[in-house]
């Protein structure tokens, strides 16, 4: 008799009771950051055999991030660090798909992370943070953040009921997020790089535990951190939860209802999207409402300049907003809404800057009506 004695290369976690592979194999994860917590999220994900992996992150490898990151090398100076993770994933576990985007996360549209069954974050700035947690709450998606700063380090979950991540901020981190947004001088680049001190054993711990509560998540089980914050102070080795408490006025509470797909075209206008509107409302389109502010121009008031752009913010470089003759940036107009005969429901959804899978939101008096942009709804 022949008695096999190989081990499967999930076989000591799947010696779990309630541990199924199968789902883990199914799933789909988006990470977003690809630096020190990125690097190690993707190494877990990897090892427990996640199936589907997709990483966006816009930073390149630079000589510091070697001592921190398992998947750089030396010639991978100057490369785009998601490129480099999704390359060298492969020879980690094959098994697994993990698909690299070189960019902005606030540059995508909602629709595409609704493909996710749910997210990791693994930022180093406010503003990152802030898309993530309203577009998972509007589209009832649970994520998981983590954060570290020298051999501290701390991890929250977010389902999407009670507090968000916005829920926890102070008026300090709102001014301070406030006075950013409104310097034009600051690109999205600029705007989403920080610098903080971090080590390689921070980063392991808390990208660890992101991973195990992304895996009790999966299996349907509750996390212990579900709006709440597990909080590791490496210096006296100290370790805490907090639980964030929820305001019932905070701007993120939104939650999208069913999302129209198959419909629009990204080189379809808007009038086409209100047309679409009016058959599947009982009262007629009275406004329309973006995801991202759309820049209809800019003004020189001391130069006499003026420039007309509508395109959404993502795809509108400082130079644009520049004023020629002095220099100087200009006075930015935004919209993030606009009434149903503004001049802009002419463009189309390409003229306005926006990426595929985006969702565009129209309000007939007291119900809105979500449209999909591009692509089929999962």
């Keep these: 008799m022949l008695i096999t004695t190989e081990e499967g290369r999930y076989d000591r976690q799947e010696l779990i009771s309630w541990w199924d592979q199968s789902r883990l194999r199914e799933s789909r994860i988006l990470v977003v950051g690809a630096g020190a917590l990125g690097n190690e999220v993707i190494k877990n994900l990897l090892l ?35 490129l480099v993770v999704a390359q060298a994933a492969a020879e980690v576990n094959p098994e697994c798909i993990v698909t690299a985007h070189v960019g902005d996360v606030t540059a995508i549209g909602l629709g595409f992370i609704n493909q996710f069954d749910l997210v990791i974050g693994a930022l180093d700035n406010r503003e990152a943070r802030l898309w993530i947690n309203q577009a998972c709450r509007k589209l009832g998606l649970t994520w998981i953040d983590g954060a570290i700063e020298g051999i501290r380090g701390v991890v929250k979950v977010f389902p999407p009921e009670g507090a968000c991540y916005e829920c926890t901020l102070g008026e300090r981190d709102r001014e301070i997020l406030s006075k950013r947004r409104s310097c034009s001088l600051l690109s999205t680049e600029e705007m989403l790089t920080g610098k903080v001190p971090t080590t390689a054993t921070s980063s392991s711990l808390i990208a660890g535990l992101q991973v195990q509560e992304a895996v009790r998540l999966l299996h349907q089980q509750r996390s212990p951190i579900e709006n709440a914050g597990w909080v590791f102070t490496g210096e006296t080795f100290d370790s805490y939860i907090v639980t964030y408490t929820e305001d019932e006025f905070c701007m993120a509470h939104d939650r999208f ?50 420039v007309v752009i509508n395109r959404r913010i993502n795809s509108v470089s400082p130079a644009e907003i520049t004023c020629p003759h002095c220099d100087e940036p200009g006075i930015i107009d935004m919209a993030l809404s606009i009434d149903v005969d503004d001049e802009l429901c002419f463009l189309t959804f390409e003229e306005l800057g926006f990426p595929e899978l985006e969702i565009l939101t129209i309000r007939c008096d007291q119900q809105r009506v979500h449209f999909l942009i591009g692509g089929e709804q999962k």
Excluded at 62 to 69: G, I, V
Excluded at 265 to 291: G, H, M, N, Q, Y
């Design 48 to 82: 427990i055999g996640v199936g589907h992996i997709d990483l966006i992150d816009l930073d390149i490898v630079e000589r510091s991030n070697l001592a921190r990151c398992v998947f750089f090398r030396e010639g991978d100076n100057g490369a785009f660090k998601s």
């Design 257 to 306: 209802s069913k999302i129209e797909s198959g419909t629009l075209k990204v080189t379809d206008s808007i009038s086409i999207a209100l047309d679409r509107a009016k058959a599947l409302s009982s009262t007629p389109p009275s406004a329309i409402d973006f995801e991202r502010e759309i820049i209809r121009g800019a003004t020189c008031n001391a130069c006499e300049w003026s």
